[in-house]
């Protein structure tokens, strides 16, 4: 347990849904963070908050649409996505600012877009 | 184009031996490098780090070294494990919240 939980942990969606990854962590952090992790691919950095406030946007396509209610709590809005969304999402957190700050991942959401 | 590299996409290595893990940037600017290790079905997790104005860092099994003229580093496990077992990660940061990952090496400790 690292303080960092996701949910849900697996998530089917047809291309024409709407969900969203939930992400929520207790361990004070003000920073937190969405990756993409596709097969055989280094993690992908979609999107960081930092004490809520948006600070890194990676090229991510208008179908992924973050938000950070607070600094405990992130989601990830899913839209009209393709197949090849389909991949590991992990959620980190992280205190302060890098270098050298280690982040806190949870386990991830294994999304399949069909 | 990658900017952290990790050729080996898996290593297997007997239990007690030594496991090595390397990993090559190509961004001087990196000023930071840490590992991650990763279990089936969990999130990384922290193992070790690095600054650019070291060469070496130990934490008991786990020791990493830079060399930053080569723009390598790599990761030594002494004694290896079976519970060694997982995904390691190299990552690499150059200011500000980016952080960039390698593809990541499997490594399997035999028993």
């Known amino acids: 347990e690292t303080g960092v939980t996701q949910t849900p942990r697996h998530l089917v969606m047809g291309m024409t849904n709407k969900k969203s990854l939930k992400c929520e962590q207790h361990?004070?952090?003000?920073?937190m963070y969405w990756y993409k992790q596709s097969a055989k691919k280094p993690l992908e950095l979609m999107f960081v908050y930092s004490l809520e406030e948006r600070v890194e946007n990676n090229s991510v396509p208008s179908r992924f649409s973050p938000e950070c209610p607070n600094s405990s709590h992130l989601f990830l809005h899913l839209h009209t996505l393709q197949p090849e969304d389909s991949a590991l999402y992990l959620c980190?957190?992280?205190?302060?600012?890098?270098?050298?700050?280690?982040?806190?991942f949870g386990q991830g959401t294994r999304l399949t877009v069909v | 184009d990658q900017q952290v590299k990790q050729n080996s996409p898996s290593l297997s290595v007997q239990e007690g031996r030594i496991s090595i893990l390397n990993c090559d940037y190509t961004n001087s600017m990196f000023d930071y490098f840490l590992w991650y290790k990763k279990y089936p079905a969990e999130g990384p997790t922290f193992l070790i780090s690095i600054s650019s104005i070291k060469d070496k860092n130990e934490d008991g099994r786990f020791t990493v070294f830079l060399n930053k003229s080569a723009k390598h580093l790599s990761l030594h496990i002494v004694p290896s494990q079976p519970g060694d077992s997982a995904v390691y990660f190299c990552a690499a940061e150059a200011g500000g919240f980016k952080t960039i990952f390698g593809a990541g090496t499997r490594l399997f400790v035999k028993a």
């Open positions: 361990l004070g952090h003000n920073a």
């Open positions: 980190a957190s992280s205190r302060g600012q890098p270098p050298g700050t280690e982040a806190f």
